[in-house]
C-alpha cells in the first residue's frame, strides 16, 4: 500500500501582512519589521528611489529612513486590496502623512512581497512616481 502526501498549503502570508498594516496604521510597528536582513526589495518604475536594493539595511537607510525624515506624521495605510498566490501576497493601499513642510502626502501602492514564513525575502513596489518625486526633492530629511 502506498501512501499519497497530501498537497501542501502555503501559510497564510495575508493575516501576516494584514497585521504588519495594522500596527502601521497604529504607529507601533509595520511591514518593513517584516524584512529579513537579505531581503531584496525593487522600486519600480522611474522615481529618484527605483532600483533594487540588496539588504533590508540599504533599503532601510537609503529609502524609509530618509522618507520618513522628511515626514512631520507617519504615513497612515489603508489596504484597499490583499491576495496571495503562493508565497507571494499582493497588497494594494493607499497611504498619506503630512511633509515636514506642512503639506500632505498621498500616494497608492502595489506591493507584491514574496515571503518564506513570515519574512519578506523579495518585493516589487510600484506607486506614483511623480507624488514621491515631488516630496523627495520638495523637503530635506531632517535627522
Same mark, same amino acid.
Given at each position: 500500500?502506498?501512501?499519497?502526501?497530501?498537497?501542501?498549503?502555503?501559510?497564510?502570508?495575508?493575516?501576516?501582512?494584514?497585521?504588519?498594516?495594522?500596527?502601521?496604521?497604529?504607529? =507601533?510597528?509595520?511591514? !518593513?519589521? #517584516?524584512?529579513?536582513?537579505?531581503?531584496?526589495? =525593487?522600486?519600480?518604475?522611474?522615481? #529618484?528611489?527605483?532600483?533594487?536594493?540588496?539588504?533590508?539595511?540599504?533599503?532601510?537607510?537609503?529609502?524609509?529612513?530618509?522618507?520618513?525624515?522628511?515626514?512631520?506624521?507617519? #504615513?497612515?495605510?489603508?489596504?484597499?486590496? #490583499? !491576495?496571495?498566490?503562493?508565497?507571494?501576497?499582493?497588497?494594494?493601499?493607499?497611504?498619506?502623512?503630512?511633509?515636514?513642510?506642512?503639506?500632505? !502626502?498621498?500616494?497608492? !501602492?502595489?506591493?507584491?512581497?514574496?515571503?518564506?514564513?513570515?519574512?519578506?525575502?523579495?518585493?516589487?513596489?510600484?506607486?506614483?512616481?511623480?507624488?514621491?518625486?515631488?516630496?523627495?526633492?520638495?523637503?530635506?530629511?531632517?535627522?
Amino acid at each position: 500500500m502506498t501512501t499519497q502526501a497530501s498537497p501542501t498549503r502555503s501559510p497564510d502570508g495575508t493575516a501576516t501582512v494584514r497585521q504588519a498594516f495594522g500596527a502601521w496604521a497604529a504607529g =507601533t510597528g509595520g511591514p !518593513y519589521d #517584516l524584512l529579513a536582513d537579505d531581503a531584496v526589495w =525593487t522600486i519600480t518604475g522611474n522615481s #529618484l528611489a527605483s532600483k533594487t536594493y540588496s539588504s533590508r539595511e540599504t533599503f532601510m537607510s537609503q529609502v524609509i529612513r530618509p522618507f520618513n525624515a522628511r515626514m512631520s506624521t507617519g #504615513l497612515k495605510p489603508t489596504i484597499r486590496s #490583499l !491576495y496571495q498566490d503562493g508565497d507571494t501576497v499582493i497588497v494594494f493601499f493607499d497611504a498619506s502623512g503630512t511633509a515636514r513642510d506642512g503639506k500632505p !502626502y498621498a500616494n497608492t !501602492y502595489a506591493w507584491f512581497l514574496q515571503l518564506r514564513g513570515e519574512r519578506i525575502v523579495r518585493a516589487f513596489a510600484f506607486f506614483d512616481a511623480i507624488a514621491f518625486n515631488d516630496l523627495w526633492t520638495r523637503v530635506q530629511p531632517v535627522p
